[in-house]
């Protein structure tokens, strides 16, 4: 599904990927963990198309496209969806409008009609109940004021209503208290289907109890340095990073 | 002539001006409803006795609330460049309630200059909703002037549109002559090509207790100009008096200009004073998050533009009112030239 090869990034003058190579395939759950200030939301960035970070070596593909020939809703609309670290605020557009527009943009792309007012509605308040996401917060402006769980609710909110084939959830555990974080993982859970993937950004082993990797990834200085299954996360809790740096 | 200006869903009370000339035959046909006066001036003699001239006069009696709005539309369709004048004055009595929507409105294309005077005054206890909106070529000039006397309790909230036109002077003249006035004076333009558009507010915060929040939003395209000036003046015994100033704007070119001069003079010692002034672009990562979404930038520029005009609409109490401008706003934020060809208030002739 994703394919990513010897890539390299920058912002400015600054290198902060260094040759990086993950292969993502349908069905999987991945976790990615490392140091703060590796690159990870930086890949998260890249990968969303994000124009600040200027790609120098590597290629990126998705289901057989090449990403960089894509804009960033070109992608989102191919089915790549990323949840972010820190979600922006966007005062005056509610989640409902947001959605719908997001929703049907998509739609449009894919050659559909938007979809009618009443399904949207209901399909709503269906993916509303699967982050618990009250009516009253589904009423305000994007995050506008939002608690850091709320917004990190909201991520998954969208997620759901977008139904992408590949999502990065960029420490969408972070800031959440044990019950947020239970629904927050349910949440991921439930959206899980054999043609989609899941690549879990992360500094606690706690997440990967309630979503279960296929794959963990260590990250660090820019590369994926060791990659393993469920068990390294646990011998990362355990040892520390200092035993990747070394 | 036939005119059918209508906002949908809006159940108002029309008076027709032609040319800024009061149409005497839809007086004929107006029937105000209790406790509502107009009181046409012959020529330029003075209507009352106050200084300002008028076409006619708007008189609220004391104690009435006027539950539908009154829309005065001042049709504008010389067929030669002139100078178009009207003038009128509200007064909204003791304990009243009126809301006022006006528009000047042009159906031809000529050059023309449009004056527009209005004076009001509210008297204690009443209250006022005046929405000033305006349908007119993009060649003309627009100068409106209103000025405002309140009087102790009573209540304005003032909305000023500023879609098309070419050059759009807007002056507000209000002051607060008796204690525990209160207003909201709200602006919104939004204009591209060559449009130029000059906002002059003056608030007058003469009496104790007063409360005013001013709040103008502008978004600007191509090489068009805005110039805000806002005074705000708060006298010496002005004490606990609550001002509030505030002027946002969104460039979206390097050629398009603003000026915001906030002037704010304060000679009272407990008072809530405050402004703010802004110019800026649109939030990047705003924009980057919606795309991230499969918003194309585009759509995502026009929804964060929107949201921004957003700001001053949700005021509108009259919710047809409301819906209209929410509509009018989102086709001219996509680029629709919104002129008398395709003639918003959908007047038939
Ligand atoms: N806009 C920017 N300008 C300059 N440096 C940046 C910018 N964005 C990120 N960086 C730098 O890139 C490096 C990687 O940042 P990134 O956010 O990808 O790390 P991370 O692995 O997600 O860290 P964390 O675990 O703290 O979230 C950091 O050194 C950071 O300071
Ligand atoms: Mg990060």
Known sequence: MLTIKNLHANIGEKEILKGLNLQVNAGEVHAIMGPNGTGKSTLASVVAGREKFIVTQGSITFNGKNLFDLSVEERAAEGIFIGFQYPVEIPGVSIANFMRTAVNEQRRYRGLDPMPIFEFQAMMEEKQKIVELTDKLAGRSVNEGFSGGEKKKNEIFQMAMLEPKLAILDETDSGLD??????????????KRPDNATVVITHYQRLLDYIVPDFVHIMYDGKIVKTGDKTLALELEDKGYDWIKS | MKFTCKIKNLDAYLLILHNGVFDQKSIRHFAPPKGVKIIPCRDTRPCVSTENTGNFRIE??????????????????????????HAFEIVVGQGSSLSLIHCDESMNNVKNTIQTNVSIELKSHSSLQYYNLQ?????????????????????????????????LNKHQHIDFTEEYANSDVQGLYLLDKNQDCFHRIRLNHNQPNGRSNQLFKGILDDSARAHFEGYVFVEKHAQKTEALQNNKNLLLTDKANVQTHPFLEIYADDVKCSHGATIGQLDEDALFYSRTRGIPEKQAKTLLMYAFAHDVVRNVHLEPLREYLENLIKRRLNGENITCENCVFSCVR
């Open chain 1, 178 to 191: 044990i019950d947020a974080l239970r629904i927050v993982a349910n949440g991921v859970n439930k959206l």
């Open chain 2, 60 to 85: 609220i009696t004391p104690n009435t609330i006027v539950e539908k709005p009154l829309q005065l539309i001042n049709v504008i369709d010389t067929v030669e460049p002139l100078d178009v004048v």
């Open chain 2, 135 to 167: 349908n007119i070529n993009n060649h003309s000039t627009l100068n409106n002037q209103t000025e405002v006397k309140q009087h102790e309790h009573s209540r304005l909230i003032s909305h000023t549109y500023t879609l098309n036109g070419k050059i």
